[in-house]
């Protein structure tokens, strides 16, 4: 840490005035277009001409959380916590044993997590682990 006072950072009093009469005259440019402009055909046509665009308009399948076990085709269930990173694992047929063949995967990923939590803070808000299913 130096002892400068804080003036070394401020322009003098000339190079303030320089500033100020450059200030006044603009450099011919396009403008940025804003959100109220009008988009250029490149552009429209660029979005056409994206392969995704001509996807077959199916949604994708269901995701893994909201899928009961019985129609989850993995044999072995991972969910990791985002806040402190943990793993944990259970083969399907231990689940289904335990929590029955309509349980969503969601609920028990989220019980597995919250019987091992390490992270308490007595907030309700804020306890216990952040589910991330793979």
Known sequence: MTDRPASWRMPTPKQMEKLAAT??????????????????PEYW????????AGASGVPPGPSVRAL????????????????CARIV?????????????????????????DNTCQVRTGRHEEDGCWPSFE
């Open 45 to 52: 046509e660029s979005v056409l001409r994206d392969p995704l």
């Open 68 to 83: 009961r076990l019985s129609e989850i085709p993995q044999h072995v269930l991972r969910v990791t916590c985002s806040r």
């Open 89 to 113: 694992e259970i083969q399907k047929a231990d689940a289904v044993r335990l929590y029955g063949q309509t349980a969503v995967w969601k609920d028990i990923g989220q019980r597995l997590l």
């Open 23 to 40: 200030v006044g005259r603009e450099p011919g440019r396009t403008p940025t277009p804003g959100p109220g402009d009008t988009m250029p």
